[in-house]
């Protein structure tokens, strides 16, 4: 037990999925559910932190695992905030795959069923509807970023193909790169963050990377030695690479965050 109680004492980065309700529970920050509208028929519950700050603070996105929202989600928008944004995680099944009873975790069968059930335009149409709400929050500057993880960190990459307005980055933890012939589009700063043993994603960087670079876009990826799938949440994993990787590349992801959205 001892490599998982030493997740607990990184209090920069996230916690880890065995530490998170601790973690969680000791929050100084106000976190609070909305529901944010995402067109003419449908909207997303959403959790909300806030940074304790007295100037405006940019926005960002958090975009589940194929998991859904749970407690460990709701945990990275808390260290998020502790970094000074203000984050905003949708819950993408709203209404289609409703939380384990006592929790606010879907169960993890029903909610990948669930995901796999989503249209790609969907998702970005409501990402990009979270940015827009967050932006429009008093406290907020006029610029989000989105990061996202496993499937999530997907969502995330194809967020930066779709570039709406306001939006300022992408961090994709994990997740496949896009096809090639859609890149032409990014408009926005991407950083990859990967485990070196999570071969299937892995495939997919070396071709988003050398077409993100013909193209004269900033892609910035970073494979992590001995990490596996899911290394920010399962940081007692792989003898110990996953959390030597998540104490690398939580730091990448906020000075990325602050270089392109500002403080």
Not at 46 to 71: C, D, M, N, Q, T
Not at 72 to 90: M, T, Y
Not at 147 to 164: I, L, R
């Amino acid at each position: 037990m001892g490599s998982t109680g030493s997740t607990a004492d990184v209090a920069t980065i996230p916690a880890g999925a065995t530490t998170v309700a601790e973690r969680l529970a000791k929050s100084p920050r106000h976190g609070e559910y909305v529901m944010v509208r995402t067109g003419p028929s449908d909207s997303v519950r959403a959790w909300v932190v806030y940074p304790e700050r007295s100037s405006k603070a940019p926005v960002i996105v958090v975009v589940h695992e194929i998991f859904g929202l749970s407690a460990w989600v709701r945990g990275v928008a808390d260290q998020l905030a502790a970094d000074g944004f203000i984050a905003i995680a949708p819950d993408l099944l709203t209404g289609k795959a409703p939380p384990v009873p006592g929790t606010d975790t879907v169960e993890a069968q029903a909610a990948t069923a669930a995901i796999r059930s989503l249209q790609s335009q969907d998702v970005q149409r409501q990402i990009a509807a979270v940015g827009q709400y967050g932006m429009s929050l008093p406290a907020a500057e006029k610029r989000y970023g989105v990061v996202g993880f496993c499937w999530g960190g997907s969502a995330s990459f194809n967020s930066a193909v779709m570039s709406p307005a306001g939006q300022g980055a992408a961090v994709v933890y994990y997740g496949t790169s896009p096809a090639t012939a859609s890149l032409a589009s990014v408009k926005v700063p991407v950083l990859g963050l990967y485990g070196g043993e999570d071969a299937r994603v892995g495939a997919t960087v070396p071709p988003a990377d050398s077409a993100m670079k013909a193209l004269g876009k900033r892609f910035e990826p970073h494979s992590f030695a001995g990490a596996g799938h899911g290394f920010l949440r399962q940081q007692d994993g792989q003898n110990g690479a996953n959390l030597a990787a998540a104490r690398q590349a939580w730091p990448m992801t906020i000075a990325f965050f602050r270089s392109t959205l500002g403080r």
